[in-house]
């Protein structure tokens, strides 16, 4: 009896090692594991951080909220109530050409200063997501500068940008917004102020954005910025010569 309980002693203590040492290499490879997530992520966010396509970007000025109504009106030409549904509309920073964040709500104050931008969206029929702003700068050389940056591919995912097909001397920039949706977007400056349209298609989610799928939505916002005030597209008669 004394040999048998020895024996499985024994048994017991070679079982408690064997399962220590697979404690201690299961430990290991979650240490293992644990320090590559957080020095790869740390590292992901450090190049993040550094490449920040906003950072440096002219702000607009804050004016009373009453001035923003002029804006609102520019923009709802764009998409009139009978062709598309209005989701959600306000004042928006500069920093939203990046972030793609919605707009602000109603201020609670009459007199609270608002960024001189304001943004409208609205859901087309064919379930797109379609977005128009319009921002005002100091001046047009700060307009231009906050262009040149919000049309940048930089920092954007899967970006490219190139001359818009109207109205002249747009900017037609393809993207993946913050979302995960693949976003065509036209931009162009007149004077102090700068104007966007933006379509994210319904079939364009995912975080993919393939070669010649947003020719169709650039076909629409350049379209849809000719009916911004001061567009100036040129309209071409019947015989194909423009007047």
């Known amino acids: 009896m004394g040999t048998q309980r020895g024996d499985q002693a024994a048994r017991r203590g070679r079982t408690r090692g064997r399962r220590a040492l697979r404690i201690g290499l299961l430990a290991g490879v979650l240490t293992g594991l644990l320090v590559f997530v957080l020095v790869n992520g740390s590292s992901q966010t450090r190049t993040f951080a550094s490449c920040t396509g906003g950072a440096g970007a002219p ?15 520019d923009l709802a030409r764009v998409a009139p109530q009978r062709i598309a549904r209005l989701y959600e509309e ?33 859901w087309a029929p064919n379930g797109d997501d379609l977005v128009a702003d319009e921002l005002v700068f100091a001046n047009a050389a700060t307009a231009g500068r906050f262009l040149q940056k919000a ?93």
Do not use: K
């Not at 702000?59 to 009106?73: A, F, K, T």
């Not at 933006?198 to 009916?227: M, N």
């Open 59 to 73: 702000e607009v000025p804050r004016v009373p909220p009453g001035d923003l109504s002029r804006l609102r009106d």
């Open 90 to 122: 306000g004042a928006v920073t500069a920093q939203s050409a990046w972030t793609d964040e919605l707009p602000q709500p109603p201020s609670v104050s009459p007199t609270a200063l608002r960024p001189d931008a304001y943004e409208m969206r609205w």
């Open 151 to 243: 049309s940048s591919p930089h920092c954007r995912g899967s970006s490219v940008r190139f001359a818009a097909s109207s109205p002249p001397r747009g900017l037609d920039l393809s993207w993946v917004n913050p979302d995960g949706a693949a976003q065509a977007d036209v931009l162009f400056a007149r004077g102090s102020r700068v104007f966007r349209v933006a379509d994210a298609p319904a079939a364009q989610r995912g975080g993919v954005l393939r070669h010649g799928s947003l020719s169709r939505s650039f076909a629409l916002v350049d379209a849809l910025a000719c009916l911004l005030p001061g567009a100036r597209c040129v309209q071409e008669p019947p015989g194909g010569i423009a007047s």
